[in-house]
Nanobody, 115 residues
Framework: QVQLVESGGGLVQAGGTLTLSCAAS????????MGWYRQAPGKQRELVAD???????NYADSVKGRFTISRDNAKNTVYLQMNTLKPEDTAVYLC?????????WGQGTQVTVSS
């Protein structure tokens, strides 16, 4: 079992920055990769960024160049630094862990970008 707890969401003005954190606990050794997804009302859940245990990263085209995913292995925490935020970035952001034969999800944290 893996538990994921997100923090750092909130309200920010367009063009601003925000950093999300996701702390993982439980069967950490079973995790292959961690990442962030987001889901806006009326839209499908989409991958924002992920990072493997080896450090390889992947970004959605819509956020590439603006968002940066990183990790702190000592704290079992993954971060998502979001720069130049746009109103279309408004969504619930969910931490995700790809583990052996299972996927885990956090509760989500709301990010709202005002115009």
């Amino acid at each position: 079992q893996v538990q994921l707890v997100e923090s750092g969401g909130g309200l920010v003005q367009a063009g601003g920055t925000l950093t999300l954190s996701c702390a993982a606990s439980g069967s950490i050794f079973r995790i292959n990769a961690m990442g962030w997804y987001r889901q806006a009302p009326g839209k499908q859940r989409e991958l924002v960024a992920d990072i493997t245990n080896s450090g390889s990263t992947n970004y959605a085209d819509s956020v590439k160049g603006r968002f940066t995913i990183s990790r702190d292995n000592a704290k079992n925490t993954v971060y998502l630094q979001m720069n130049t935020l746009k109103p279309e970035d408004t969504a619930v952001y969910l931490c995700h862990a790809n583990a052996v034969r299972h996927d885990y999800w956090g509760q989500g944290t709301q990010v709202t970008v005002s115009s």
